[in-house]
């Protein structure tokens, strides 16, 4: 009942900035808990952070500590992933993923919906 589509992605230096978007349809995205995982080429698509129904909820892998924030604006039907001093190791196509629970998750497994993707890429 809701469908994501990701924007905000693009090329960056290191050590710089950009603000993932993942714009959300329909009538009860403040329901669901919302993730961001990247996947790089060859590899797994691993974890990055999550936001629960509460703003106040929230989980960032290790990776991404201290220079991500994970949020949401429901009044726009919209989450978000800032990013800032960011990496090479960053390199991904950057998903959005929602379930309808209330607690933020880390596990892939526990999101049924899911965006299309787009790329982050940093060089250095």
């Known amino acids: 009942q809701v469908e994501l589509v990701e924007s905000g992605g693009g090329s960056v230096q290191a050590g710089g900035s950009l603000r993932l978007s993942c714009a959300a349809s329909?009538?009860?995205?403040?329901?669901?808990?919302m993730g961001w995982f990247r996947q790089a080429p060859g590899k797994e698509r691993e974890f990055v952070a999550a936001i629960g129904w509460s703003a106040t909820s929230t989980i960032y892998a290790d990776s991404v500590k201290g220079r991500s924030t994970i949020s949401r604006n429901n009044a726009k039907n919209t989450a978000y992933l800032q990013m800032n001093k960011l990496a090479p190791e960053d390199t991904a196509v950057y998903y959005c993923?929602?379930?309808?629970?209330?607690?933020?998750?880390?596990?892939?497994?526990?999101?049924?919906?899911w965006g299309q993707g787009t790329q982050v890429t940093v060089s250095s």
């Open positions: 329909g009538r009860t995205f403040s329901n669901y808990a």
């Open positions: 993923a929602a379930r309808r629970f209330v607690w933020a998750s880390s596990s892939r497994d526990d999101y049924g919906v």
